[in-house]
T-cell receptor, first 114, second 111 residues
């Protein structure tokens, strides 16, 4: 099984450029999440979705946008990239929110903004 | 919202040593508690969990007990291996099931 697939794995952007990080899962999970991981800071939730057509902000949504047109896909859009968005981004999914807590993570996308 | 404090790393150990990683949390209500592990170059994966007070989660030789009175969920392993070298994250869940990750503790096990 592919699980959660993220692309690209690495990307370098210039300040002000835009890009989309792709995330797809093949487990028919309802819940999907985007996190960013900064050194020594743990993971911070950017956006999440509880199903197709429904998204909501997490802790650090500024500078990002998401959409959820299908159950499988949950792309993260960066508009006007800034150096503060240099980070490793993880997409995750889960079947249900009800305290199961078992998130399935992708391998991450390392983004550098110069 | 919830918050979580983990001991800082890196924690460096010799093979077969005893490992403890402390984790304390603040939360409203009764969260479920989780430990996730991140091996080099990979995403996080669930290591173990406990959903109510005094529950003990266990997996791969690791254990952690849900201590409601001390709001703690310390991770332990009696005899670590080189393959246990990774970053470990403690995470309580809120009432909506969203996880609050700690900063992570890097563990380095040497032969």
């Amino acid at each position: 099984n592919a699980g959660v697939t993220q692309t690209p794995k690495f990307r370098i952007l210039k300040i002000g450029q835009s890009m989309t990080l792709q995330c797809a899962q093949d487990m028919n999970h309802n819940y999907m999440y985007w996190y960013r991981q900064d050194p020594g800071m743990g993971l911070k939730l950017i956006y999440y979705s509880v199903g197709a057509g429904i998204t909501d902000k997490g802790e650090v949504p500024n500078g990002y946008n998401v959409s959820r047109s299908t159950t499988e896909d949950f792309p993260l859009r960066l508009e006007l990239a800034a150096p503060s968005q240099t980070s490793v981004y993880f997409c995750a999914s889960s079947y249900s929110k009800r305290n199961t807590g078992e998130l399935f993570f992708g391998e991450g996308s390392r983004l550098t903004v110069l | 919202g919830n918050s979580v404090t983990q001991m800082e790393g890196p924690v460096t150990l010799s093979e077969e040593a005893f490992l403890t990683i402390n984790c304390t949390y603040t939360a409203t209500g009764y969260p479920s508690l989780f430990w996730y592990v991140q091996y080099p170059g990979e995403g996080l994966q669930l290591l173990l969990k406990a959903t109510k007070a005094d529950d003990k989660g266990s997996n791969k030789g690791f254990e952690a007990t849900y201590r409601k009175e001390t709001t703690s969920f310390h991770l332990e392993k009696g005899s670590v291996q080189v393959s246990d070298s990774a970053v470990y994250f403690c995470a309580p869940s809120d009432s909506w099931g969203k996880l609050q990750f700690g900063a992570g503790t890097q563990v380095v096990v040497t032969p």
